[in-house]
Structures are given as C-alpha cells and as structure tokens.
C-alpha cells in the first residue's frame, strides 16, 4: 500500500480532531518531537528556522545546476526525513516545511513522490508558500516539464495521461491548462498515427480553450484519417 493512501485511509477513518485528541502530551525531546500538538508546534518551528537559513543558502547560488543539485542532494532528504515523521503522527496543523518539500520535488522532476505528498497536501488543505493551489501547481509543473521533454525527443509519459483525469475533471483549473494537456496528447497521438485519438484530444482541447491553436493539427489528422478510412475501404478483401 502506497504511503499517500495508507494516511488518506487513516485520516478519514479517525479525522482531525479524533488524531489532536488521541495525541499524548509528553515532554519535549527529539524522541517526543511530535508525539504531542504542543511538541509538534515547537519542533516546527525549529524546522521552519532551519529550512529559512537553507533558503538563504539556495539564494546565494547564481548557478541552477547547481541549486537543484543541492534541493536533490542535502535539503530534500534532510527534510523528508521530518515529512515522513509528521505523516506519520497523524497529527494536522499548517505545515510550511512539507509544502516546501513539496515545491523542490517537483523542481527536481520527482513526480511520483511529488504526487503522493501533493494528494496529502490537498488532503490537508495545506497551502503553498506562493498564491497558487496545489492543484494549479502540480498542473502547471508537470505540464511545462512534459512539453519540454518532448521538444527533445523524450517521452513525457505515463505523467500526462495519468494526470489528465484530473485536471480535466476532478480538479477545478484555468481551461487552458486541461486544454495544453490534450494538446500534448494529441500531437503524439499524431507522431502514432492514431489518428482518432489525436482528433478527440484535439477537439477536447478546442472545447476547453478556443485559443489553444490546433486547429491546423487538428484539420491535417482528420485529413489522415479520412485518407486511411479511404485506403482500408479500396483494398481487396483478404481470402
């Protein structure tokens, strides 16, 4: 079972009161650190004063190479260490340092941890340390890395397909951002030849957001598959 849906299944069947009501007042040690609200209160402050000198330290670094070498290195397994344990409390109150945590796994493009703890975050109703929604975030994220992948010649799947149920339907998003993912979809729908595909994501794009420019991708499948439909209906049958 998958940590994201081992706590989720925790989580509904306590609640958030019954997990602050259950935790057991202790002493405070590195041991206690959140085995108790109040314990867990004043260790995250100390793991908020602790991630503010990381920031300074991830500023000072002109060099993108190297700042993300740094978040994959040192800071994403020191503070994922924390997360881990916080999840593990059962305990739930605002958490900057896991929304943190969150925002440089998906700035070093570790999507399937990055998904888990975003679906706990919005499970939480936690919020991210800029003015946008996790769900807006998540999108946005995966979808800038998914166009810049396939500019190179690299596939951006599973990541495109598997997300699309959501944010074009159970998450509430911008129309343009659903539409750039069936955009996406149906050009390499288009590199397949699958022609039907490419016509539905397409026009689903086109629906959400008219702006979307595949109209002529759009118009060149259908030409492809009417020339297809064409070659299939004149080729003799097969004894």
Request: hydrophobic share 45%.
């Amino acid at each position: 079972m998958s940590l994201a849906l081992a706590h989720k299944r925790r989580l509904l069947a306590q609640g958030p009161a019954a997990a602050v009501a259950g935790a057991v007042a202790t002493i405070y040690s590195a041991d206690t650190a959140l085995n108790s609200p109040a314990n867990a209160k004043k260790h995250l402050q100390l793991m908020v004063d602790a991630l503010n000198v990381d920031l300074d330290r991830l500023s000072a670094i002109d060099s993108r190479d190297l700042r993300q070498q740094l978040k994959r290195d040192e800071l994403l397994p020191k503070y994922l260490d924390y997360v881990q344990r916080y999840l593990d409390s059962k305990l739930i109150f605002p958490n900057p340092v896991m929304m943190q945590v969150l925002v440089w796994l998906f700035d070093t493009q570790q999507f399937t941890t990055g998904l888990q703890l975003a679906d706990l975050a919005m499970l939480q109703e936690q919020e991210l340390p800029f003015k946008r929604n996790v769900q807006t975030f998540v999108a946005d994220e995966v979808i800038e890395w998914a166009y810049a992948e396939y500019e190179v010649g690299r596939t951006p799947e599973p990541y495109v397909s598997d997300l699309l149920h959501l944010v074009d339907g159970e998450w509430q998003l911008f129309e343009r951002i659903p539409a750039r993912y069936h955009k996406l979809l149906g050009i390499i729908a288009i590199d397949l030849e699958d022609w039907p595909i490419a016509i539905a994501h397409f026009e689903r794009a086109i629906e959400l957001y008219p702006e979307i420019r595949v109209a002529t991708r759009l118009d060149a499948a259908r030409k492809a598959l009417k020339k297809a439909e064409l070659a299939a209906a004149d080729k003799p049958p097969t004894e």
